[in-house]
């Protein structure tokens, strides 16, 4: 199932996987819906089963910078629902018809609380992959810092 | 204790800080002293108590951004120890003598392993953390992005 291979389910046990994919719901998506906006409650998590996603970041009032296209089955968004304060922090949109697993932060709560060792993993699971984006961010900063300063001494 | 009031420890109960410190050591610091360097392996986490330590990233051969610098007791640095591959993606250097705890991965791990809901705490504090410096360095993105954009239009 696409949703096992979701990043946030890697290293729990068949039995927990079970526990998580029978809260989860199907979804249909059209081409051009947004799925949420930045700065919104936080109230689930998506996980993509079929289609394309764009997740979008506001720089003016007028204009989406986007932050990444997701297109493999299994790829996950939405997962501020899972901490503090639950705003999401992206716009997600849809680019091409599909379908997503969602589950709702309330009943993932839920099992976590039932099972700490199966909140100790996803929590892991998702430090780890929030860590790999600061990273990717902190590149991308890089190269915009040095392409400013050729600006700047030219 | 200073210990305590790290972020990473929000949440747990006080048996659960108990443990958690009687697994840590201090260890002074002098001013000018590399305590890792960005690429190392990560293999223990540090936490302030006294003087001020300064984060960096390398932009080219010869030169280090500055990420942040650490002044408040608490102050938390290190922590890809507590995530795979345990790499430190950021270099720490002391800027003013003072004295740090040191909590070594393994000792943390045994702890998380005991006690899974500890680590589920632990880890949800991280992810959270992960996930605020993530919006702080794409609002960094966007700030330098514009600027960009006026200086290419110019």
Redesign the interface.
């Given at each position: 199932m696409e949703l096992c291979s979701c990043y946030l389910l890697q290293g729990l046990t068949e039995d927990q996987k079970n526990r998580v994919t029978s809260v989860s719901k199907e979804t249909a998506m059209e081409s051009g819906q947004r799925i949420f906006t930045e700065g919104d409650e936080a109230i689930a998590l998506h996980i993509l089963k079929e289609g394309a996603v764009e997740l979008m970041?506001v720089?003016?009032n007028d204009f989406e910078?986007p932050?990444a296209i997701l297109r493999n089955p299994g790829d996950c968004f939405g997962?501020?629902a899972?901490?503090?304060p639950h705003v999401h922090?992206l716009t997600a949109r849809c680019v091409e018809k599909g379908c997503l697993f969602t589950i709702k932060q309330f009943d993932l709560q839920k099992q976590?609380k039932d099972d700490?060792?199966l909140?100790?993993v996803i929590?892991?699971n998702?430090?780890?992959y929030?860590?790999k984006?600061?990273?990717e961010?902190?590149q991308?900063?890089?190269v915009?810092?040095?392409?400013?300063l050729r600006?700047?001494r030219s």
């Open positions: 970041t720089v003016e910078m932050v997962t501020p899972l901490l503090k922090s976590i700490p060792a909140g100790c929590m892991g998702l430090a780890e929030f860590l984006r600061l990273k961010s902190r991308e900063l890089k915009l810092f040095k392409t400013l600006y700047t």
